[in-house]
């Protein structure tokens, strides 16, 4: 069944120069000139509208728009649902989709409001006095201690050292660009924060930027050996990701090529097959196991994260974590970003990262665990603001990716499965992937972060709290809006007014 | 001295250089009416090779030019480094573009020669091809 | 402090000024200028003729440019006697003046063979200098039928200039094709026909016999009407002065790479010498502007003790008729494989021996022929770039990688 498209490309001919510039940056071929009419012409089927076109004409002659064509919609089927039916009768296929969870399920961080000073406490001009922003991630010590001589016990477990408390999190090279890599490595280093190979192995291009890279492991094991862990700031143990709990991941052959094969040390064209479980983790038990031999791998020098999905025993699990000997764990919340993922996982399973973040602060401090480990969440940070919450949520530190790709360029076409990112991004084709320029991505990448950082200084300041460590948990800074007062107990807030 | 260089590596062979050069040499200030239904006659070229690398080439402002040593009417010159044209002066005889080993003098529509001077006669003030260069790979510097 | 004299006040002696001033500021420089007119280059006069530039545009050299670089032009007079035992030329007023470097930039000079009954045709013209085109503006009406001898570069560029002043302009040469020194049978008939769409009538492979009043007697005895006649059958180099003074000439002054003449001191550049073409490896007479600015400057160069080689002369032109312009380099050695490539348009010969692009003739698309040409100064073997590409167009990108780098930098 051939349906009128999602999107229309409105051209105003009138602006058009014929520079063909949305011709040749459209990778989806929408765009094609036709000599004989000397008219530019569009097949409006295959636009993702992703934006490249409108971003790039020089006369501002293209809009694309949502077409107002539609199936006939009831409350129950939307037209998005008859059109998924239509195609998997055709297809008998598993439907596919790339980036977060897009469905109008709540966003918790827009029902939570920051406190400021006013009058008894004053707020804190970041402007004019020193505001610290720095984080170390890792275990603390649960009590001072003295070594036999009585002197202070100043040896901590291996920590990670933030400017700021947010990090690049995971995005494999596979998945994402070199070029992508590249500018996220460079920001990183930049930042004095930490980027997140994903699993895919680390390019030995990248290995220069070691001490600003978080290595991961994950079930596919893929890229894993002794320099590659090594090479690293800290190792990372993927048990889940935020977009797809339950399920692994699956890099088509037709992305494994070139370098991306030699990364992730598999025969060029291979599909690389995570499979859902760590096939030697059935227990806390054999996650531990895992994080002593990476540990024992490393001699002790890094820290160790886990890094699982935001689901139902979410708090349960974290406190089997807090005890596997890991430093960090990092729980991914349901609209966190992915490269392809099955769009009924993707849009079904998991929960939101605040509530998760939330209960799983509660419940290691009840448990008289919450130093074992640092919280770093993610799952759709989108601004200095959500981190601001994160922070007063209980989270040491915060991941992000669907930020940072913007950052970079990204439209959140959602169509990073189809390899054909217009942006340079999502793809592994020469052509797209040199349209984007790490000196520029860098730069981008290091822009939105100071800014985020001058916004979270002066949200504090407006807290009167001049330092991130001290709004850590801090929920009394927090009031919920419009929302039951079974979220608001698991939140751990008050409502606005209370 | 600052001169236009060329970073392949970032070249999308989109072309927009030769519009937006075009643009800002045509004393409009608005693209629309500057190209819109006209041949357009940028003074850079993108070029791709055996390769399908692209590129753009523009004039290289040598320091020993042919083109400025070649003009017949004297309306070619160096001024601060930069080789200007005289647009009153040419008469379009074209022997700039017969003796450029870069093919960077060209013809212009009304048949005399036109070629890159740096954007520093137009309004942009500085190359409007870099400036508008989305991946920068045209790039205006100061190098040894 | 040297004292240089330049005879001559072409290109050729403005290169030399510029190339001694690029070197020391300090000298006086004297140029004998036997025109009353600053330094202009003499191929614009057709473009004056037709309103390309005028009197002003037509300057070189903005009218500072004697005295910024401190020069003294004596205008009007000319040089009679080089003497270069004494370092001295005598000026036709008697005057003599001293030198511790000379430069004879003094060009050429058209060449009018013996026809009888010429000298009754009242008005009759060269086509060389600023003079000979503002009396022949002079000379002119819109009903004048015009009479050109010679359908070489200056007969056809002055018929180009008449065009729109005049009423019929006919050109005629001994030769059986249009400017017969540039271009080949083919060529020269898609200019021709070019020329004729615009009103140019030709009479070729005949010439004058006699003159009788307005009238021309063809040598195959077609007669032609004319009001004005112009004699553009060829120029010569003028060699005199340094030949009465012993310096070694041939058909053009002998000069070296360092533009030295046999003469102690004495420099010679521009159309009065012959030198080196490298693309066919013979020395001849180019008159060629680029190549007399180039040389010029050498030459000052080398006058005032530093160093500078013109040793990459090869003979070429852009000429253009009434749109329709032409590009020729090089030459066409014996046994040279020619390219073609036509259409109605356009020509496209380019002549290859020896893994060399040794010329080529462009007829209508001229666009970045500059790359074809540094292909025939730099004798660059063909089997260094990618010949098939630069056939279908001239492209840096045929050049190879390392050439761009060289060029534009950031290479992959």
Redesign the interface.
Known sequence: MNFYPEFEVVRNDSRCVRCRVCERQCANEVHWYDEDGKILLSDESKCVNCQRCVSLCPTRALKIVKSDCRLRENANYSDQTIKEIYRQAETGGVLLSSMGNPNPLPVYWDKILINASQVTNPPIDPLREPMETKVFLGKKPEKISRNEDGTLNTELPPQLSLTMPVMFSAMSYGSISYNAHASLARAAEKLGIYYNTGEGGLHEDFYRFGKNTIVQVASGRFGVHKDYLEAGAAIEIKMGQGAKPGIGGHLPGTKAVGDVSKTRMIPEGSDAISPAPHHDIYSIEDLRQLVFSLKEATEYRLPVIVKVAAVHNIAAIASGIARSGADIIAIDGFRGGTGAAPTRIRDNVGIPIELALAAVDKRLRDEGIRNNVSIVCGGSIRSASDVVKAIALGADACYVATAACLAMGCHLCRSCHTGKCNWGIATQRPDLVKRLNPEIGYKRLVNLMDAWRHEIKELMGGMGINSIEALRGNRLMLRGVGLTEKELEILGIGHAGE | MKRIFVKEEWCLGCHLCEYNCAFANSGLTDMVKALKDKKIYPRVRVETDEDGITYAVSCRHCTNPLCVKSCIAGALSIQDGVIQIDHNKCVGCLTCVLVCPHGAVVEDEKGIAQKCELCMKNSCGAPACVAGCPNGAIVYEERE | MKRYVIIGNG?AAA?CIEGIRSVEHESEITVISAEEHPVY?R??IS?YLEK??DLQ?????SPAFYADNGVKVIYGKSVTKINADTRQVTLNTGETLPYDALCNATGSAPFVPPMKGLEKVKKQFTFMTLDDTLALEQAVTPESRVLIIGAGLIGLKCAEGLHKRVAEITVCDLAPRVLSSILDDTCAAMMQKHLEANGIQFCLGTSASEFTGNKAKMQDGRTIDFDVLVLAVGVRPNTALIQEAGGKVNRGILVDAKCSTSLPDVYAAGDCTEYHDVSSGTDKIMAL??NA??QG?ASGVNMAGGSESFDCAIP?????FF?L?C?T?GSQPEGCQMLEEADEEHIKRLFVKDDRLTGFMLIGH??????Y??LVRNQTPLSTV?FE?LKIE????ALG?EH?SR??????
Do not use: E, F, W
């Open positions: 290109v290169g280059c191929p614009l473009y390309k530039t545009r037509i300057n070189y050299r502007m680029p600015y180039i400057h070429m032109n852009s000429i253009g749109g312009h590009h380099a001229t666009h970045r022929t500059g790359i040409t540094a990618d590409r001239p492209q840096i990108a990688k761009r060029v534009l930098k950031g290479v992959i």
